[in-house]
């Protein structure tokens, strides 16, 4: 299964912001946020566990920091909308981050 997120995700740095600033906003950012990537998943659901999931980042900066990409949004979202069963190491057991510098 393959798919793209063309939307701009917060990174951790914007993630811990918004905790410090106020947990109910960054509720309410996160839930805007999962709102947006549903629009991109697949319909169809994982049957094979355990899966490896890769996540190709495309960066507009060289300076960015891969270590600083969250997938949380992502994986649950992918867990709320039913396409994976969980999100814990049973059903995912290899998470690969790439960085795609843009030119």
């Known amino acids: 299964m393959k798919f793209t997120i063309k939307?701009?995700?917060d990174?951790?740095?914007n993630i811990i912001g918004h905790n410090r600033a106020n947990r109910f906003f960054a509720n309410k950012k996160k839930q805007d946020e999962m709102d947006a990537i549903k629009e991109f998943l697949p319909k169809e659901k994982v049957k094979n566990y355990p899966?490896?999931?890769i996540f190709k980042w495309h960066i507009k900066s060289k300076v960015s920091d891969l270590d600083n990409k969250s997938t949380k949004s992502i994986l649950d979202c992918m867990q709320k909308e039913g396409i994976i069963e969980n999100d814990n190491i049973k059903y995912i057991n290899e998470i690969h981050h790439i960085a795609i510098p843009n030119r």
């Open 7 to 9: 939307k701009k995700l």
């Open 11 to 13: 990174n951790w740095n």
């Open 51 to 53: 899966i490896k999931m």
